[in-house]
């Protein structure tokens, strides 16, 4: 009786096994209605982001980490979606949902300041990155003094000392007693 019930284990984890769809299906790229392009320095350094807009093919899809390349001045990003295995849809949600994505482009190796263009699923859209802009400073220079509109406020101030009675607050009829030792 064992040896019967070892094979019939076996055979339901090689039918298990076998599946003709153990994983998920690969990415497919989605429907891109829009792409627009921000360049800015931040911290010394040029960075340029790239905020898409469209649809998914269902609800069920999830966005995947988009794939990047470069040919020349233009860049390609290629924007794709996952369905999960086996996901099922109800009616009323099988309507195509849109999204609105930031993705940071790779500028790394661009040939420097010019015109580029972005390739988004097809959607093309052209940006500027502008040449870096220096200054030369030199000893007997002192460098402009900018009066900061921000004033810094201990925040661990005692309610009752700085004044400030919050909305809401209820003062406290009787201190409480001192615990005995």
Not at 120 to 138: D, L, R
Not at 147 to 169: C, H, M, Q, W, Y
């Amino acid at each position: 009786m064992d040896f019967f019930r070892v094979i019939l284990i076996i055979n339901c984890l090689l039918a298990v096994s076998c599946q003709l769809e153990p994983y998920a299906p690969p990415p497919v790229p989605v429907i891109v209605e829009s792409a627009e392009v921000e360049v800015r320095f931040f911290a010394g350094r040029l960075e340029a982001i790239a905020t898409v807009k469209g649809t998914l093919t269902s609800s069920a899809a999830m966005l995947v980490d988009p794939k990047q390349s470069r040919v020349g001045n233009t860049l390609f990003i290629e924007v794709l979606e996952q369905t999960p295995r086996g996901a099922t849809l109800l009616p009323a949600l099988g309507t195509t949902p849109p999204f609105r994505t930031r993705i940071p482009i790779e500028l790394l190796g661009t040939e420097g300041p010019g015109t580029y263009i972005l390739d988004t699923n097809g959607i093309q859209t052209t940006f500027e990155i502008p040449a870096i802009q220096a200054t030369v400073s030199t000893g007997e220079e002192t460098p402009a003094q900018y009066n900061s509109r921000i004033r810094l406020v201990d925040e661990f101030i005692p309610i009752k000392e700085a004044g400030i009675t919050p909305s809401g607050f209820i003062e406290p009829a009787a201190p409480l007693p001192k615990p005995k030792d």
